[in-house]
């Protein structure tokens, strides 16, 4: 699986002040398991949908490092969107995942999954 290097998105307010291990748990990768071109990765967390967190396309195989600096729940809802075969874009629909736990997210085409 080829990793594609994007930089670290951060989201959400730095108010994690010397607390290197927590902001250590909130590190993630997303990997593209799926034949389609991921071209957005957006987060909820309980305020409206962020701004795409990709800089660039994440093609299937691919995979990118990410992180959430934030102070609050752990529990958010993360969405992919991707290019269509036709040259258009699709949303997905959101999914619950628990950032302090998601350690790698997989979208397979259908839906999103974390370990």
């Known amino acids: 699986m080829k990793s594609k290097f994007l930089g670290v998105a951060l989201v959400g307010i730095a108010t994690l002040?010397?607390?290197?291990a927590i902001a250590d748990s909130l590190k993630f990768k997303?990997?593209?398991?799926?034949?389609?071109?991921i071209s957005s990765f957006q987060s909820n967390e309980g305020d409206g949908w962020s701004k795409n967190w990709l800089s660039a396309d994440l093609d299937g195989g691919e995979s990118v490092g990410m992180q959430f600096l934030r102070d609050g729940p752990c529990?958010?809802?993360v969405r992919?969107?991707?290019r269509t075969t036709d040259g258009g874009q699709e949303k997905?629909?959101?999914w619950n995942i628990n950032?302090?736990?998601?350690?790698?997210?997989?979208?397979d085409?259908?839906?999103v999954t974390y370990e």
Do not use: L, M, R, T
């Not at 997303?30 to 071109?37: F, G």
């Not at 950032?99 to 979208?107: G, M």
């Open 75 to 77: 529990d958010v809802q």
């Open 92 to 94: 997905g629909d959101p």
């Open 30 to 37: 997303i990997v593209n398991e799926s034949k389609y071109i």
């Open 17 to 20: 002040v010397g607390s290197s």
């Open 80 to 82: 992919v969107g991707w």
């Open 109 to 111: 085409g259908h839906k």
């Open 99 to 107: 950032i302090c736990d998601a350690h790698s997210i997989y979208f």
